[in-house]
């Protein structure tokens, strides 16, 4: 079975202080990691996926295979990164073909 | 392109009745996904079609159906409705549903349940 924990529900931090978005996961096999934010009135969107090694708004995350983890981070909060992060497992072909597996979001607030 | 629709945007029903959801992919999107979004359970995984047929589901009752027609529209039926169906509904549409595909989320269909 595919889990994803997010084990923040909520996160507060000052303007300019480091954030971490805790995400673990669980999956037989090399999974296809992915971070879904939801501003404030806005539609869920793709933050960042693992597969592109990417940088988006200053956020990065590095998949740790070894700690099942997929941590998203940003050295410099901004108060516009206020917004509902939610971090998702998408299948492999095969059986679960199709099928996410989404954390239940983590909740960040950024005060000025 | 135009983003993922989904009409209605709002729906107030009552216990027992049955609510159908509609979802239009962007065009090109062959693969649709529905989940259940709430408060306290985050977002659910309910199933996901491509081409015409449901690949996946997640563990909801059967209550809980969908269909996808020929030209990637789908919808989804929820028949006998309790009041903890009351939730946001989003669809999501891939091109194919591959693992390493993003997945563009539709502004959801509010449903409550009285």
């Known amino acids: 079975a595919q889990r994803v924990t997010q084990p923040e529900k909520l996160l507060s931090v000052f303007k300019g202080a480091p954030v971490e978005l805790k995400c673990n996961y669980s999956y037989s096999g090399s999974p296809e990691l992915f971070w879904y934010v939801q501003y404030s009135r806005q539609r869920l969107q793709l933050l960042l996926r693992h597969i592109s090694r990417e940088s988006i708004k200053g956020f990065t995350a590095d998949l740790n295979k070894g700690e099942t983890s997929f941590h998203l981070k940003k050295p410099f909060a901004q108060e516009e990164d206020s917004a509902m992060y939610y971090c998702?497992?998408?299948?492999?072909?095969?059986?679960?073909?199709?099928?996410?597996?989404f954390g239940d979001g983590t909740t960040l607030t950024v005060k000025p | 392109k135009a983003g993922v629709t989904q009409t209605p945007r709002y729906l107030i029903k009552t216990r027992g009745q049955q609510v159908t959801l509609s979802c239009s992919p962007i065009s090109g999107h062959r693969s649709v996904s529905w989940y259940q979004q709430t408060p306290g359970q985050g977002l659910q995984f309910l199933f996901e079609?491509?081409?015409?047929?449901?690949?996946n589901k997640g563990n909801f009752p059967g209550r809980f159906s969908g269909r996808q027609f020929s030209n990637s529209r789908s919808e989804m039926n929820v028949s006998t409705l309790e009041l903890g169906d009351s939730a946001l509904y989003l669809c999501?549409?891939?091109?194919?549903?591959?693992?390493?595909?993003?997945?563009?989320f539709g502004p959801g269909t509010r449903l409550l349940v009285l």
């Open positions: 999501a549409s891939s091109l194919a549903g591959q693992s390493q595909e993003t997945q563009y």
């Open positions: 079609y491509f081409s015409e047929t449901q690949r």
């Open positions: 998702a497992l998408q299948a492999r072909p095969g059986t679960n073909a199709g099928k996410s597996t």
